[in-house]
């Protein structure tokens, strides 16, 4: 088939970048494919972050033309007269926030004219995770135009049943993250060392963008019960889009000033590998979850991973066998399963079940997905 993949690449960053190059890789060996990125995606005052330019250095970025503005109509009709001289037979376009509603849905909606390929979105978050006045009507004049959906967890897709009723959708676990460009991993003797963390000590690894529902509160509170039993370190690694002074006072009044390290910056790629192979195991206490990239990198770095039981987490990680679900928002559980982990020496067990399970995470099962999409369901 044709194929027009619409979604960010490097040089923006993230996981949803990340995302495009990986399923631009697995599309491109079966398919003609062609991606379209942006040329800007939000304006500086509505983005939380510093930056949505990627630091890290990449020698084979995916090829992408560049062309859509979040603020330039102009754009969205440039894109859609690009996508017309391309005659694909289906376009792929990613979904994780309302912000992009007025553009993707003016490109699905124009789309509908003939001749109109069928038009496929894979929605990483049908609704967002901070919800607001307005939200479903956004995702419905984006998505409403869709001849078919491909989510990765039960929460998205019974969002979409809950705006659109029946529809054509394909569930797939969200896929592996192993293989990103440009991560190194060293020994973890040596990663420790790289970090100035003791050797011997048990590593806690929370990484990520800090945000209220990713629940870094309820970690820092389970901390204080770990550290009864054994001499454990906290890596907070990731941008703070959130005010981070709070988090720092609640580390003193916990007294965990040693125990803690914060590193509140996006991580580039050539640096990600020493932080994943200091730790011991990636802790994820979400209040709320469709996904996580996080697992999937975690999975794909051969590090286990202690979870809530929340949205698409409970659907990736295999209690026991690739790593531990625990109630939300729920300080003494995680405390709990925490020291099971280590007193237990769950790790090795469970970085054996990850390695064996590198099937279940291919991006084969979105590329055929996506196959089973263009070939039922309306046309755009």
């Not at 890789?25 to 510093?50: A, K, M, N, W």
């Not at 001499?231 to 907070?236: G, K, N, Q, S, T």
Request: with cysteine; aromatic share 10%.
């Amino acid at each position: 088939m044709k194929i027009a993949l619409i979604g960010p690449t490097y040089p923006f960053r993230g996981g949803i970048s990340h995302y495009t190059s990986f399923l631009y890789e697995e599309l491109s060996c079966h398919h003609d494919t062609t991606v379209i990125s942006f040329r800007r995606q939000y304006p500086r005052l509505l983005f939380p972050g510093r930056s949505d330019v990627d630091p890290s250095t990449l020698e084979n970025a995916v090829p992408a033309e560049r062309l859509l503005d979040s603020l330039d109509p102009l754009s969205w009709a440039r894109t859609v007269a690009r996508l017309r001289s391309l005659r694909p037979d289906v376009v792929v376009m990613q979904w994780w926030v309302p912000y992009w509603a007025p553009a993707f849905g003016t490109i699905a909606h124009t789309l509908r004219l003939p001749p109109s390929p069928r038009l496929v979105y894979i929605c990483h978050n049908v609704l967002p995770h901070e919800s607001f006045a307005g939200a479903r009507l956004l995702a419905r004049f984006a998505l409403s135009r869709a001849s078919g959906y491909v989510v990765h967890s039960r929460d998205d897709e019974s969002g979409l049943v809950s705006l659109f009723g029946r529809a054509s959708i394909e569930r797939c676990p969200l896929p592996t993250y192993g293989g990103l460009p440009g991560v190194h991993l060293p020994g973890q003797a040596e990663a420790r060392r790289a970090l100035g963390l003791a050797v011997d000590n048990p590593v806690l690894l929370f990484f990520g963008f800090v945000r209220p529902y990713k629940g870094l509160h309820t970690l820092l509170r389970a901390m204080p019960s770990v550290r009864r039993s054994l001499p454990a370190h906290l890596l907070v690694v990731g941008e703070f889009w959130e005010p981070v002074g709070t988090y720092r006072r609640e580390i003193d009044a916990l007294g965990l000033e040693k125990a803690v390290t914060i590193v509140d910056r996006y991580v580039p790629n050539d640096e990600l590998g020493t932080y994943f192979a200091a730790a011991d195991v990636a802790v994820l206490p979400y209040e709320t979850a469709t996904q996580s990239a996080v697992v999937q990198l975690a999975f794909g770095l051969g590090l286990p991973v202690i979870a809530t039981d929340v949205g698409g987490l409970s659907e990736a990680v295999e209690h026991g066998c690739t790593g531990l679900l625990v109630p939300k928002s729920d300080p003494s559980a995680l405390a709990q399963a925490i020291l099971s982990y280590f007193h237990s020496n769950m790790g090795p067990g469970m970085r054996l079940a990850i390695a064996h399970s590198v099937d279940r995470f291919a991006w084969r099962s979105i590329r055929e997905a996506i196959e089973r999409l263009s070939c039922s369901g309306r046309q755009a």
